[in-house]
């Protein structure tokens, strides 16, 4: 069974950094796609930063500049490195992979559990 495991959150003062990873554990052949979203109290969820396994990465404007997201392959770990962060960037931090278990698998997406920054001002 594949889990994505979250891990990094907490609260943090404006213009402080945070580091968030996310490891996809148990039986996975290869992963394509990974990525973070968040959710905010009354809003939908967004994306906030993509990487494919060619390492090119996308960004939401409003994160353009202060977030870094990166991977490592062997590890089949995402990070999100976050500095300058604002009131704003408080929300519920999910990881997503798209991944196979098997190379006859369809390739499928997975959700970690969500991990909470909060950013004080």
């Known amino acids: 069974q594949v889990q994505l495991v979250e891990a990094g959150g907490g609260l943090v003062q404006a213009g402080g950094s945070l580091r968030l990873s996310c490891e996809a554990s148990?039986?996975?052949?290869?992963?394509?796609?990974m990525g973070w979203y968040r959710q905010a109290p009354g809003k939908q969820r967004e994306l906030v930063a993509a990487?494919?396994?060619?390492?090119?990465?996308n960004y939401a404007d409003s994160v353009k500049g202060r977030f870094t997201i990166s991977r490592d392959n062997a590890k089949s770990t995402v990070y999100l490195q976050m500095n300058s962060l604002k009131p704003e960037d408080t929300a519920v931090y999910y990881c997503?992979?798209?991944?196979?278990?098997?190379?006859?698998?369809?390739?499928?997406?997975?959700w970690g559990q969500g991990t909470q920054v909060t950013v004080s001002s």
């Open positions: 997503n992979a798209g991944l196979k278990i098997t190379v006859y698998s369809p390739r499928v997406g997975y």
């Open positions: 990487i494919n396994s060619g390492g090119y990465t």
């Open positions: 148990g039986s996975v052949f290869n992963i394509n796609d």
